[in-house]
């Protein structure tokens, strides 16, 4: 595949990982963020749930690793991004046949190769798989501290479709790290 960027020509390669080999792989997430949005609720309106962006005041840097093909996961796939020798990314993309969604449940670029549309690729394989195989939609979690993911899956037509208050501990609000599902129609 041939991808123009910034007046630079560069030969990518987009490949399928092996299960087998691949299985439990670590990837390395990590950003920094200066916002969140915040979970506004009104006590009086149980179904009133605002996201409000809010600064930190500080740039803070968020790390966690997760691993490919993890055994919960319904049928994936995995995706490397290379630029020749170099790894640019990853995707990884599961289905969940029985509402038919496809979820991506990881996608990485490397720090050094953000902002430069190497997501967008990714981003347009996953909805290209999404499509071939009839899904209706495609769904992703993602943190509402970390705003430039968020930002770039609006930016690729996802909106926000499910909060969960509690997903990783039950401070999230406190923390302002709290799960997000965005999905997108197909």
């Not at 995995?78 to 170099?86: I, P, Q, T």
């Not at 640019?88 to 289905?95: D, F, N, P, S």
Request: with cysteine; glycine share 6%.
């Amino acid at each position: 595949t041939l991808f123009r960027s910034r007046s630079r020509r560069y030969k990518l390669d987009i490949t399928e990982l092996d299960k087998t080999e691949y299985k439990n792989y670590p990837l390395h997430f990590q950003y920094q963020t200066d916002g969140y949005y915040d979970v506004d609720q009104d006590p009086n309106d149980l179904f009133l749930i605002k996201l409000i962006l809010k600064p930190f005041g500080k740039v803070i840097k968020k790390e966690f690793i997760d691993h490919l093909f993890q055994d919960y996961l319904e049928n994936p796939s995995a995706f490397a991004l290379r630029d020749g020798n170099k790894l640019i990314g990853y995707l990884e993309v599961a289905r969940e046949t029985w509402h038919k969604r496809l979820r991506v449940t990881n996608i990485l670029i490397q720090p050094e190769y953000r902002g430069q549309g190497y997501g967008s690729i990714l981003m347009q394989l996953a909805k290209k798989i999404g499509q071939e195989e009839g899904m209706r939609e495609i769904i992703l979690e993602t943190q509402s501290c970390n705003i430039k993911a968020i930002d770039f899956y609006l930016k690729h037509g996802f909106t926000v479709v499910g909060i969960d208050l509690s997903a990783y501990t039950n401070q999230d609000v406190e923390s302002k790290e709290v799960r997000l599902e965005m999905g997108c129609a197909l």
